[in-house]
Structure formats: structure tokens, C-alpha cells
């Protein structure tokens, strides 16, 4: 298992190969439908995410009796959504670790390719796991303007864990199973 | 000591939310023996296993994505279990941090952030089947990555090569299981509904993901099963033997001029409860 901590650096980011079981420590940040849509009409983005990690994720965090914030649930949520954004977000924010689940489409990986990021499947639904991983909540940006979901949480997390499944090379684990499902679906289906 | 309906009902958002129902755990435990050491698959199911486990001791959601909540009531219950007292229970379940605050005006984005507004809850009152004299409320909680991979197929239908008859029905159910991958959140459950209006058909083929999954599969559901896992999607779509846990089809009838076959897929975290209150 590699074992990253922030900041990634591209050479380490870059030796990773699609199927590579990842452990990730340090600082990530969740960002998912509103903060992509925001950045792509020219909204600033409120940290900074260069050799960092961006996680879709929208978790159910509750602020404790001593006023901090606790993550109850912090699972994936689908990437695919944001397809349309990310190539660009790639190119302008630096950030080098997307963590997500389903995968994201080929411009995104060819973004990852030429900037030097790679995408970690997270287990989708596992949200129980993924929340025992964040040791503290440092902050968060956009809540009032995002709601509780969609909010910029600022996680320090350690070894959470996931697979990557695209990498920096121009390799996507999704695009495999793909095609193999695409052949046996036509196999079922008779000749089409 | 007698729980009170206010109780009684935050317990069963609490449970739903928190717990996975044991027919769909041993079907999950079922797909990660049957998985390949040292594969994506195995590791995949292992961590849902675990998450289940975890989820559960700690009572934290298994899934962060709460969902769409669909509460079905009997009819007999209408006046105790009122619409009133459901809110007031998902307002109480959400500060509790059991419901992710997940209702949200539709354009604006705002959010409803105690889940609770015209339209939501869902609230059905119905005459569902009873148990020793006691009537039902059930629950159940669909996330939006899966409700997100539900369609609606018409027949005949060009692209598929897909008839008004049998074969035309599989083609569609398959379709829907390789364009959804694993986007829904793999192995999954599929409820079917086969006919009825377009109405019908989402409603119905949600209320499909009700059954137990070890109830006796039919001869249509058992070949599409086995058809649908030897795609090899595998659990989030990284490869492997379980796509699917179980389908689950239904009959309505139609009209002549409509032929829909409408799919909704519910992921692996299948939570539905029911309480049975005299």
C-alpha cells in the first residue's frame, strides 16, 4: 500500500498506477456540485487546494456539547457530475488527489495525465469507515453560501484509505470494465 | 417501558439510517466469499462489511447520503401515526445527526435543512398487509447516486433492438444494469415493474426493493440475475462476480398504446424498517 501525506508532490502522485491500494494522512478538502459550479462562473476558490486533495463528499457533520464539529458520516458521492468542470479545475487549482466514487470521463483523465493527478475510488456508501478516519474538523469555507452538504470541510484525515482507479498515465479501471461488460452485454444480447 | 409514537418513530429513522436489514447483510456476506482473494471486489465488500458493523455499533448513518425518505403507513394508523408526528420525528432524527440535512429546494438549491417541507417526507397511506392484528409503518431510505441510475424504458425501443415481449423486457432490465455500472453504488437491487402508466412503473418497481431479498426468485428473476453478474461490473464498477444482489420484477397492467419497463436500482446500503404497532 503507498501511504501519501500532504502535501503530494507530483513525482510521488506520478509514480501511482491504476489498482494501487492508497493510504492518505494530512489535510483534504470536500468540494462537490456547488463549488464546481461555482469556480466555472469565475468564483474564487475559497482555499487552497495546489498538491492537495479534493474529496466529493457531502457528510453529515454535527457540531458537539463543546462546540466542535463532528463528522457522523462522510462517505463518497458520485463524481460523474462533475465531469464537465474538472479538467479545468485540474489546470487552475493544482490539486493532484481527486477521491471520489464511479470514476470521471476521459478529458478529466487526460487532464490528470498532462497536470499530474490521479483519481482514488473511495468506497461508495461506506460512509461509517470513511468518517472514523477524520481525526479532526480544522474548518470549513462556504457553509452559510453551500448548506452543510455541499460546504468546503477542511479534514485532517489519517490512512483513509482507497483504490486508484485512474491514473496519471492515461489508465482508468472504470474504462475497462467497461468495455469487457459493453462486449458480454452485446454477447447476451446477440449479434447487434 | 411504552414508547410513545414520537419515540417509536425517531427510533425507527435512527434504525433505518444506522442499520442494514439482515437479509441484505447475509446476501453481501454471501458476495464477498464468492469473490476472488486479493481482488478489488473482496476489498470492497470487505470494507462495506465492515462499514455495516461499524455503522451500527456507533449508531452513525452506514451512508452519508440519507436520502430520499418514503414512509409507507397503514391506513388503520392514520390518526396516530399523522403526518405531524412524522416531521416532528425526522426534525428530531436530523438534529441528532441520523438524517445528512438532504432536502433541498429544487432551483434555488436552498436548503430545508430540518428535511422537512411540502412534499417531504413522502407520506403513503395505504392498506399494506398486517401481522398478528398489527398494521405496518415502513421506511425506507433511497440515496441519490442510485435514484440516479433508475429509468424508464419504452417498448418497442430502436436502440436496444427491443420487442413488446419477453426478450424485450430482459433486453431493457440488462441495459439498465451495464449503463449504470457502478455508479450506483454496485452490488445493487433491482426492483422492476413490467407495464402500468409511467406513474406506476417508478412506484412500483420502487416498492419492489420491499421484498426480502431471500424470498424464492422467480424463474425471469433468477436468469437475469445471473445474466446481469456475468457482465462482471462488480461491486463499484472495479470488476468482479456480484453486480447484483437480487432482482426483484412485478406485473401492471397497461394500455394498448404504452409498453413502459421502468427499472429502479437501489445500492448496496438497502435501508427500509418496519415497526408493527397495535
Redesign the interface.
Known amino acids: 500500500m503507498a501511504r501519501l501525506k500532504y502535501p503530494f508532490g507530483e513525482k510521488e502522485v506520478r509514480s501511482l498506477k491504476a489498482?494501487d491500494?492508497v493510504s492518505i494522512s494530512g489535510r483534504i478538502y470536500t468540494g462537490r456540485d456547488?463549488l464546481h459550479k461555482f469556480f466555472a462562473d469565475g468564483g474564487a476558490l475559497p482555499v487552497d487546494f495546489r498538491d492537495g486533495a479534493l474529496y466529493h463528499?457531502?457528510?453529515?457533520v454535527?457540531k458537539g456539547a463543546n462546540g466542535e464539529w463532528?463528522v457522523?458520516?462522510?462517505?463518497p458521492?458520485?463524481s460523474?457530475r462533475e465531469n464537465p468542470y474538472e479538467p479545468d479545475f485540474i489546470a487552475k487549482s493544482g490539486v493532484r488527489i481527486i477521491i471520489g466514487?464511479?470514476?470521471m470521463d476521459g478529458a478529466t483523465l487526460a487532464a490528470m495525465k498532462r497536470h499530474g493527478c490521479v483519481y482514488v475510488?473511495a468506497?461508495?456508501?461506506?460512509?461509517?469507515?470513511s468518517?472514523?478516519s477524520v481525526r479532526r474538523v480544522a474548518g470549513v469555507s462556504m457553509l452559510d453560501e453551500f448548506?452543510?452538504?455541499e460546504a468546503v470541510w477542511h479534514f485532517d484525515v489519517e490512512n483513509f484509505?482507497g483504490?486508484v482507479?485512474m491514473d496519471s498515465h492515461g489508465v482508468s479501471?472504470?474504462d475497462?470494465?467497461?468495455e469487457?461488460?459493453?462486449r458480454?452485454?452485446a454477447g447476451?444480447?446477440g449479434a447487434? | 417501558m411504552m414508547m410513545t409514537i414520537e419515540e417509536e418513530l425517531i427510533e425507527l429513522v435512527r434504525r433505518t439510517s444506522c442499520e442494514i436489514p439482515s437479509d441484505v447483510r447475509t446476501a453481501l456476506e454471501r458476495a464477498f466469499r464468492r469473490e476472488e482473494k486479493g481482488s478489488p471486489a473482496k476489498s470492497v465488500l470487505r470494507t462495506i462489511l465492515g462499514n455495516i458493523a461499524l455503522a451500527a455499533e456507533g449508531s452513525v448513518p452506514v451512508c452519508q447520503d440519507t436520502g430520499t425518505l418514503t414512509f409507507f403507513v397503514d391506513f388503520s394508523l392514520r390518526r396516530k401515526v399523522t403526518v405531524g408526528k412524522i416531521k416532528a420525528a425526522v426534525r428530531e432524527a436530523t438534529r441528532l445527526g441520523y438524517l445528512r440535512k438532504n432536502t433541498l429546494s429544487p432551483v434555488s438549491g436552498r436548503s430545508f435543512d430540518d428535511n422537512t417541507c411540502d412534499g417531504a417526507p413522502v407520506i403513503h397511506y395505504g392498506d399494506y398487509p398486517k401481522k398478528d392484528g398489527k398494521a405496518q409503518v415502513t421506511l425506507v431510505m433511497k440515496g441519490g447516486g442510485s435514484e440516479n441510475m433508475s429509468r424508464q424504458y419504452s417498448l418497442p425501443d430502436a436502440e436496444l433492438a427491443a420487442g413488446r415481449d419477453e426478450e424485450g423486457v430482459k433486453k431493457c432490465v440488462l441495459d439498465a444494469v451495464w449503463r449504470a455500472q457502478g455508479y450506483g453504488c454496485a452490488p445493487g437491487v433491482l426492483g422492476v415493474c413490467v407495464g402500468g402508466d409511467r406513474a406506476a412503473g417508478y412506484e412500483t418497481a420502487k416498492a419492489q426493493l420491499l421484498r426480502p431479498l431471500d424470498e424464492k426468485a422467480s424463474k425471469l428473476e433468477k436468469e437475469l440475475l445471473e445474466k446481469a453478474n456475468s457482465l462482471g461490473i462488480g461491486p463499484m464498477g472495479l470488476g468482479g462476480k456480484t453486480t447484483l444482489l437480487a432482482i426483484k420484477i412485478a406485473e401492471r397492467p397497461r394500455v394498448p398504446a404504452s409498453f413502459f419497463v421502468t427499472v429502479a436500482y437501489m445500492c448496496w446500503a438497502l435501508r427500509r424498517r418496519t415497526i408493527w404497532l397495535g
Open positions: 489498482g491500494t456547488k463528499c457531502g457528510p453529515i454535527v463532528q457522523k458520516a462522510a462517505g458521492t458520485t460523474v466514487k464511479g470514476g475510488q468506497t461508495g456508501g461506506a460512509a461509517a469507515v468518517a472514523a448548506g452543510a452538504a484509505t483504490v482507479a479501471l472504470f475497462s470494465v467497461r469487457s461488460s459493453r458480454r452485454l447476451l444480447f447487434r
